[in-house]
């Protein structure tokens, strides 16, 4: 495969445009590792104890994120930094994904997987690659398991995914984020607008029952 061709999972091949190369997802971060094995403890504060369950379609609440009982050097081996990325690793979220920003003290759990990207890759850049129907393809064609997928840090290593220079990564980024906060104020005014519609007939069988229609 060259560096300007698709891969199989696209359907046919493709060309990349100039400047951009197919690279596999191990070979643009420093570490890929798995999380703590603890039993989250609501009475701890800190450091907070980051699990799946805790990881919403709108991000994470912080403050209801449970600490753990950990030691000072197993913390340092997991604890959370910017920039950082997480996945779940097993059950029905299997591939799903969370960019750390600014987190507060915290390390991960063990069904998640953390991903530390290279200082020459944009974390926001790969993850918007992690929304994309190319990476949902390569997860659940690598996902392993029946009524339990999962993957791995070895499959999750194994994703391509197509890359520019940093630079270019950062443009994209930005183009990207200032298009999907359009998206979601759109999404958040429909859903709105539903709610509304939702609640015209309680409101018109008021009326009428007391006498306003």
């Known amino acids: 495969m060259t560096n300007k061709e698709n891969i199989n999972f696209e359907g046919g091949?493709?060309?990349?445009?100039?400047?951009?190369?197919w690279v596999k997802l191990g070979n643009l971060c420093q570490r890929i590792?798995?999380?703590?094995?603890?039993?989250?403890?609501?009475?701890?504060?800190?450091p907070r104890f980051l699990r799946i369950?805790?990881?919403?379609?709108?991000?994470?609440?912080?403050e209801s994120v449970p600490g753990c009982q950990i030691s000072s050097e197993e913390e340092s081996a997991n604890r959370?930094?910017?920039?950082?990325?997480?996945?779940?690793?097993?059950g029905g979220t299997t591939g799903k994904s969370f960019l750390i920003k600014n987190p507060p003290r915290a390390v991960f759990a063990s069904y998640l997987i953390r991903l530390r990207l290279k200082n020459d890759v944009a974390p926001e850049f790969v993850y918007s690659f992690f929304q994309s129907d190319s990476y949902w393809k390569q997860i659940k064609l690598s996902a392993r398991g029946g009524a339990q997928p999962n993957v791995n840090a070895t499959l999750l290593s194994d994703i391509s995914l197509p890359i520019v220079p940093l630079n270019e990564q950062k443009r994209i980024a930005a183009i990207l984020n200032e298009k999907m906060e359009g998206v979601e104020k759109a999404r958040k005014e429909v859903i709105a607008q539903l709610e509304a519609i939702n609640q015209l007939p309680a409101a018109f069988l008021r009326q009428a029952f007391n006498g306003e229609l």
């Open 13 to 21: 091949k493709r060309k990349l445009p100039d400047g951009w190369r």
């Open 80 to 90: 959370l930094a910017d920039g950082d990325i997480v996945f779940a690793r097993t």
């Open 53 to 62: 369950t805790d990881i919403k379609d709108f991000g994470v609440n912080w």
């Open 33 to 46: 590792d798995y999380g703590f094995t603890a039993s989250a403890d609501f009475s701890i504060k800190e």
